[in-house]
């Protein structure tokens, strides 16, 4: 079984950055795609960014040039490297994955298998 053990999150003031990393173990697929989410209270989970086994990524419109997904397979890990935060990118960010290709950022929540329990990332004014 698959799983993914995110880390990297914490407080930034506006403008600054973090980076994410994701590692995945436990399992393996030969044609994958890993996705970053996040989620506020209230709101509706939301695809940031993905990435599958070819090395296509989709990023959201909202994070389009400030954020980007990378992978390093040799040690199943993805990172989101997030710059020039803002404070609408307070967020839960989740580490997604499934067996399969990714079809776009606006995938639906139920096509991941596999979920990370989450890391809080907090942009202050």
């Known amino acids: 079984q698959l799983q993914l053990l995110e880390s990297g999150g914490g407080s930034v003031p506006t403008g600054g950055s973090l980076t994410l990393s994701c590692v995945a173990s436990?399992?393996?697929?030969?044609?994958?795609?890993l996705a970053w989410f996040r989620q506020t209270p209230g709101k509706e989970r939301e695809g940031v960014a993905t990435?599958?086994?070819?090395?296509?990524?989709n990023y959201a419109d909202s994070v389009k040039g400030r954020f980007t997904i990378s992978q390093n397979s040799a040690k199943n890990t993805i990172t989101l490297q997030m710059n020039n935060l803002k404070p609408e990118d307070t967020a839960i960010y989740y580490c997604?994955?499934?067996?399969?290709?990714?079809?776009?950022?606006?995938?639906?929540?139920?096509?991941?298998?596999?979920w990370g329990q989450g890391t809080q990332v907090t942009v202050s004014n």
């Open positions: 997604a994955g499934f067996g399969g290709n990714c079809y776009g950022v606006s995938m639906a929540l139920d096509e991941f298998s596999h």
């Open positions: 436990g399992g393996r697929y030969l044609n994958y795609c």
């Open positions: 990435i599958d086994s070819d090395d296509v990524t």
